[in-house]
T-cell receptor, first 111, second 114 residues
Framework: GNSVTQMEGPVTLSEEAFLTINCTYT??????LFWYVQYPGEGLQLLLK?????DKGSNKGFEATYRKETTSFHLEKGSVQVSDSAVYFC??????????FGTGTSLTVIP | ETGVTQTPRHLVMGMTNKKSLKCEQH?????MYWYKQSAKKPLELMFV???????ENNSVPSRFSPECPNSSHLFLHLHTLQPEDSALYLC?????????????FGQGTRLTVV
């Protein structure tokens, strides 16, 4: 089956710290992988995506690399800002047009 | 602004009321989704429509009734809800064919059942 597992939160970091949020997946076929971000009171917004093995998605200083050998898609940012405080969701989609989401990881960045 | 618009943003309803949530997209997508987001729970897929046809119903109680009159509009009709149905209801859309196409989400409707 298809599923996504991401690290439990909450995560609290100081401004300018390095961020890693782990995400692993199980999937049939060749899924696409996504990171979404949800700010308080809002819906989910696409942060970045990768559609095949070894692709790196990047946006706003965030990066994630599609690792087929370890079935992982870890989110990283070199220097977080207070404005990055949000909930981050890892997700996959397969050829059947289904989206599977992780449970979300809450990030709080303190000045 | 993601191109997916949900109304209303907030809704308070009694357990005997009937109400509807509306979702609209003009992104040219032909797949639309309803998700339920409850506190401290994973995002729950409720319904999927591809080309106006319902292709997924994830064991959702019959008090939730979806309607997709065309590829741009999706409704969720609500009746005789329970307090545990209080949650953020998210609509999303995407291209229907193949993987690789991301889902675009609306801002959600915060539903409170009293």
């Amino acid at each position: 089956g298809n599923s996504v597992t991401q690290m439990e939160g909450p995560v609290t970091l100081s401004e300018e710290a390095f961020l890693t949020i782990n995400c692993t997946y199980t999937a049939t076929g060749y899924p696409s992988l996504f990171w979404y971000v949800q700010y308080p009171g809002e819906g989910l917004q696409l942060l970045l995506k990768a559609t095949k093995a070894d692709d790196k998605g990047s946006n706003k200083g965030f990066e994630a690399t599609y690792r087929k050998e370890t079935t992982s898609f870890h989110l990283e940012k070199g220097s977080v800002q207070v404005s990055d405080s949000a909930v981050y969701f890892c997700a996959l989609s397969n050829a059947g047009n289904q989206f599977y989401f992780g449970t979300g990881t809450s990030l709080t960045v303190i000045p | 602004e993601t191109g997916v618009t949900q109304t209303p943003r907030h809704l308070v309803m009694g357990m005997t009321n009937k109400k509807s949530l509306k979702c609209e997209q003009h992104l040219g997508h032909n797949a639309m989704y309803w998700y339920k987001q409850s506190a401290k729970k994973p995002l729950e897929l409720m319904f999927v429509y591809n080309f106006k046809e319902q292709t997924e119903n994830n064991s959702v109680p019959s008090r939730f009734s979806p309607e997709c009159p065309n590829s741009s509009h999706l409704f969720l009709h609500l009746h005789t809800l329970q307090p545990e149905d209080s949650a953020l209801y998210l609509c999303a859309s995407s291209h229907a064919q193949g993987a690789g196409s991301e889902a675009f989400f609306g801002q959600g409707t915060r539903l409170t059942v009293v």
